[in-house]
């Protein structure tokens, strides 16, 4: 019967192990705080906001048009941040714009997601010709302004939801998928992926029970860097006249209706822009922080 060998451990040690706390343990930082709470803040203003806005949207009243952000107007209306050039209220507009960015972005998000890391799943797991031209494809649109090919896609097939998701996600797989086939090809070549090969297990076994639950949290963190990425090009395609067509609203399209009253009305366009760069800079930086939470390397493990 083998005895066991008691094994000592210096004092000072435990108590170091002790004092410091564990990376996965560590508490959220007040930025990181305020960006996830921002972000659900305006998922749940786009979603309420037929309940949330103040007035229609889109509903004009040229008599109060160019009305300065006031609580109580010469109609007894107020408007917080003012009425535009046709007497819409802006306030109204920019709740709904975000229900309009978020949806696009988000769904954009989930097409460029699955294209790209399908491809740079396969084009890491299988080099050789396939490797080949995916990273070609990959190399010819990064060398090409991609804002003058969704220009002209969304010229040739006209301005729509469905158009938009998909030149905004067509402009996103290539991050999945360069990173994530360099991902894949150190995890194809650990002994548990050659050792599942030894076994007779099947391709599909291992992409979907031991490659991609390595590599979804690096998923996690693109897509959250990519949706403020996909937000700012849907606001620069409806500034463009290429994105979400009037009159329903759109932070772009608010930017650029209000671009000829920034020296009279300069609440037009200083709202939606304010807005847009703040949800923009709280993404990426939530992102930021996903990817020091996620990564091993980042937290030193």
């Known amino acids: 019967m083998a005895s066991s060998i008691p094994v000592s451990v210096p004092a000072d040690a435990v108590a170091l192990a002790a004092a410091e706390p564990h990376p996965r343990g560590r508490a959220m930082p007040w930025t990181a705080r305020v960006g996830v709470a921002f ?133 996103g797989w290539v991050s999945y998928a360069r990173i994530l086939r360099s991902q894949v090809l150190v995890l194809r070549s650990r002994e548990f992926v050659e050792s599942i090969h030894a076994l007779g297990g099947s391709v599909a076994r291992v992409v979907l029970r031991h490659i991609v639950p390595n590599v979804l949290s690096t998923i996690v963190v693109i897509a959250t860097l990519e949706l403020a990425r996909a937000i700012v090009l849907e606001a620069t395609l409806s500034f463009l006249g290429l994105g979400i067509q009037p009159p329903t609203p759109s932070w772009g399209g608010m930017v650029f209706e209000g671009r000829e009253y920034l020296d009279s009305a300069w609440w037009i366009s200083t709202s939606p822009g304010v807005v847009l760069m703040l949800t923009s800079i709280v993404v990426s930086r939530t992102g930021d922080w996903l990817r020091d939470v996620l990564d091993p390397t980042l937290r030193g493990e």
């Open 39 to 171: 972000v659900l803040l305006l998922a749940v203003a786009g979603a309420a906001a037929p309940w949330l806005a103040p007035y229609d949207p889109t509903r004009q009243a040229l008599r109060g048009r160019l009305g300065r952000p006031t609580l109580a107007a010469a109609d007894g209306k107020s408007h917080l941040l003012g009425t535009d050039h046709l007497g819409r209220d802006v306030l109204s507009r920019v709740i709904y714009g975000a229900r309009v960015s978020l949806v696009v972005g988000l769904s954009a998000v989930v097409v460029g997601g699955l294209l790209g890391s399908a491809l740079g799943i396969g084009a890491g797991f299988r080099p050789g010709w396939i490797d080949s031209t995916i990273m070609t494809v990959a190399d010819a649109q990064l060398a090409f302004p991609f804002i003058l090919l969704a220009i002209g896609i969304i010229a040739v097939l006209g301005p729509s939801f469905p158009t938009l998701i998909v030149v905004i996600g067509l402009s």
